[in-house]
């Protein structure tokens, strides 16, 4: 069964930083598109980042240029480096594959505040 624990969130004021890390187990996802989602009271849940078996990356234009996503295939891990947080960057994040077909975690939360 495929599990995804998300984890590293936390309160920061705005322009700090933090990494979060999503590890999956249950399968090889080496091969798999992997996202980073987030989801604000009141919204919806987002793509904010995308990479692919290849560590092709493609980023939300809400966070291009601050965010980084990463992946280490030996631990099955994906990573999510955001940096320069703004205040309506506070919201739960998750991880799942780009089809957002795996059961979901749930989720770090990311709070950005002064």
């Known amino acids: 069964q495929v599990q995804l624990v998300e984890s590293g969130g936390g309160l920061v004021q705005p322009g700090e930083s933090l990494r979060l890390s999503c590890a999956a187990s249950?399968?090889?996802?080496?091969?798999?598109?992997m996202g980073w989602y987030r989801q604000a009271p009141g919204n919806q849940r987002e793509l904010v980042a995308y990479i692919t078996s290849r560590s092709s990356t493609t980023y939300a234009s809400s966070v291009k240029g601050r965010f980084t996503i990463s992946r280490d295939n030996t631990k099955n891990t994906v990573y999510l480096q955001m940096n320069s947080l703004k205040p309506e960057d506070t919201a739960v994040y998750y991880c799942?594959?780009?089809?957002?077909?795996?059961?979901w975690g749930q989720g770090t939360q990311v709070t950005v505040s002064s």
């Open positions: 799942n594959r780009l089809s957002a077909s795996y059961p």
């Open positions: 249950g399968s090889d996802f080496s091969g798999e598109v």
